[in-house]
Every structure is written in C-alpha cells, then in structure tokens.
C-alpha cells in the first residue's frame, strides 16, 4: 500500500513539473524546431564525382535559398552572406551581399567593419580574411561547398531566415554546424 502511494504522488508530481516546463516554453521550443529544420533541410552529401580542380571538401554541401543569410564564424570573424541573384549564361555566376565583422578586441574596441556585393562565378571560391568557400551552380541559388584544408579549420556555420545582412547576428545564433579535421565535425 505504500509502494503504490509513493508510485502515485511520483506520478503526479512529475507530471505537474512537465507541464510547468512545457508551459513556459513552448515559444522557444517552435522556434527552436524551426532553426534546425531549416539548417537539416539546407544540407546534402556531396555527390560522388565532383568536378576537376575543386579539391579536398567536407562530406556536406549547403544549398542557397532565397530568404536565407548564410552565417559564419572562424576565429574573430563573424560574417554574414546574402545571395542576391543568380546570373546565368556561359557562365554561371552568383552575386551576393555580405557583412564582416571581427570580435571586438578587449569587449570594448571595435573591429574594422566590411559590407560589400561580389559576384562569384561557378566554381569559384567565396573568401574573406581567414576562411574561403566554394560555391557551384544548382538549385535554387546553388550549393556552398566547405574546402577542407587548414584554412578553414574550426569554421562553424549556420542558416536565418531574413531579407538583410545587417538583421542577422552571428553571436545570437544558436545552431552551428563546426568544420574540422576529419571525423571531428558537428552540431
């Protein structure tokens, strides 16, 4: 008889303490499956045969979409990248916005600032101060490959939603994908 009422008063409490969790969140819960689902949806394994000339790459490609910003961050480099239009003919090319920013030095001077639109054309290699990307025609915008070469080492990366560069805040994100030596990359 006792067993059974300590069985009962466990169920209960436990079942009030859930349903005082799950009361306060489910805001940030919605929006939490929306970020990951976006990101998870955004990324393929690269296929088989890639093309001449691309070298070593991680096992994973990301698509560019439309209302997309691609974020990223490698060492004190926050940027931010924001396809524009996708420009075909004989050769395919990409023009995109980005937004650089390096981590303020002592919390309290600020870094040198970059904003500017490139164009890149298929094949080419997307760079900034200290990593580079490869970005190849496809769907949608295309796909954004990761060159794996100690460059890019400790490179995290990730996806918002959002029309500017200047509303996506690479410090507030919460999901990054990390780029690194071999068998070591992740959520």
Known sequence: ???RFLVVIALLLGASVAAFVGAGAPEAAAATGRASVRLVSLLDEIPDSLPPGMGAVHDIRLGLAAGNVLLLRHHDDFVALLPIERIGGSEDSLQYFYFRE????FWVLSRPR???????????????????LIWKKGPG???IYFPDDSENTGLKFSVVSGKSVDQAD???TRYWVELSGSGNSGF
């Not at 390096?102 to 030095?105: E, Q």
């Not at 970059?114 to 580079?132: A, L, N, P």
């Open 1 to 3: 008889m006792r067993v």
């Open 114 to 132: 970059e904003k500017g639109v490139r164009t890149v054309g298929d094949g080419g290699q997307i760079r900034f101060s200290t990593s580079h």
């Open 170 to 172: 690479p410090r507030d």
């Open 141 to 143: 915008f295309g796909w």
């Open 102 to 105: 390096g981590a303020p030095l």
